[in-house]
């Protein structure tokens, strides 16, 4: 059988009860998720696809699955898009983006292939092209189009993934992760005038230091209020003052030389600080937002029970904009379309443990702001029982935030903790907290620092408690968010 009809007649025979599923974050129908691919408009539709393997709950032989939207809020799912099914994408066709196109929405993809050459096995990775119709799409027959063999001498041929397309007034742009032979990361630049047929440009970024870890994926370049930007996911990173041990995601400013197709980077900053976040992509919507995704997982914690049928999930779609040189991310603003059963607490006082009428769930969108006190940390429990909880805390004194998920009912000896030093100048003054079942994403002072967690805490724990050492004022604003039926 076709491999892709063949995927697409196994989703529908296991296809996930919806009640088992996050109600706003983008799932896989079953099976395994991981990085976001092809976040695009076409047609007027939000278009996204990512890594898929519909088979089992652990990655495999990648997919690409594929949703749509009209709002970043509400999904329709539709067939997969892609399976590994040429000789040149056999071993999986790994991630990459998409674009409009006068010839339809063209998707560019990793192939992967292996050969056993002398008795070893090798893996080379070069990039495809697929085009579609916003449902159905075919692989070009001049795959792939971008090979190993395009790129200087000494740089990997097995290590050369992730492609992110874009288009300027002279043709098209892409961006794809790369190493050299002796392990310093890089990001290498091509060009087209047609998306088919591309020359290699430039190392547009590399790793000066030696200490940015050791393979760039998932890499994006763009403008954000006037400034570059540059996005990736740098492996094996050594935790510091900014970032954390293992597959970091995040993003460097500096200048950009057009004329020689050089970023010359002068600081980096991790994108999200919480426990579950990587392979971060963004498109430009159709009224001019920069809007982020990431997969709300990590390749190291394994912390969903054994009998879940379905792994990962995606980050609420986030706005990005500048300010001061970092980079702020505030929730879509249409999830608001969404709001149910409103509370509002106005200067009420939090002393010790306490809980307030009307404020539980498992499903919102909460904002605490801490007006003023005498104290020295400040708790937000959620997804509370009298057995388990996960727990932000502000340390004021200390000047950090930490996410902990030990008691959230975790069997596995995983990372549970992450705390931080407080990124923004002065004191945490708002906390708003995006909860869909099994995920938080906390923002920090309107996206100045995030924090996202995953946890698979029993539903019917839907408690949110308030510990506080000393006394603070605050105003609390908690809407439900539903959404009714996912297509």
Known sequence: MDQLKKANEYVKQNRIPKEELPVFHVTPPCGWMNDPNGFSVYQGKTHLFYQFHPYSTVWGPMHWGHYETEDFVKWTELPAALAPDQAYDEAGCFSGSG??????HLLVYTGVMEKEEDGQKYTYQNQCIALGD????????????????????????????????????????MVVGNKTDQGKPQVVLFH????VEWEYVSVLAEDKNGNLGTMWECPDFFELDGEYILLASPQDLCAGSE???????????????????????SHV???DDGLDFYASQTMLS??????????????????????????????????????????????????????????????????????????????????????EGDYTSFDICFAQNEKHFTKFTYDRAGKTIEIDRTYCGMIRDVLAQRKVPVKVSGDVVKIRMILDKYSA???????????????????????????????????????????????
């Open 99 to 104: 674009i409009e196109t006068e010839k339809g």
């Open 134 to 173: 916003g449902k159905a799409y075919n692989k070009l027959a001049q795959n792939p189009v971008v090979t190993g063999d395009m790129l200087p001498k000494g740089f990997s041929r097995e290590h050369f993934r992730d492609p992110k397309i874009w288009k300027e007034d002279d043709g098209y742009y």
């Open 192 to 195: 087209s005038e047609n998306a």
């Open 243 to 265: 970032f954390h041990n293992g597959n970091n995601a995040v993003y460097y400013t500096g200048s950009y030389d057009r004329g020689r197709h050089v970023f010359d980077y």
């Open 269 to 271: 900053y991790s994108l």
């Open 286 to 371: 159709a009224d001019g937002r920069r809007i982020l995704i990431g997969w709300m997982q990590t390749w190291d914690a394994n912390i969903r029970p054994a009998d879940q049928k379905w792994a990962c999930m995606m980050t609420i779609p986030r706005e990005l904009r500048l300010d001061n040189g970092r980079i702020l991310q505030s929730p879509v603003r249409e999830l608001e379309k969404y709001y149910s059963n409103s509370v509002h607490y106005d200067q009420c006082t939090i002393k010790g443990t306490c809980q307030k009428e009307g404020i539980r769930g498992r499903v919102l969108d909460m904002t605490v702001e801490l007006l």
């Open 441 to 487: 994403e906390i923002f920090i002072n309107d996206g100045a620092q995030v924090m996202s967690t995953t946890f698979y805490t029993p539903l019917d724990a839907d408690q949110i408690s308030f510990v506080c050492d000393g006394s603070v004022t605050v105003n609390i604003d908690k809407y439900d968010i539903s959404i009714g039926e996912m297509a």
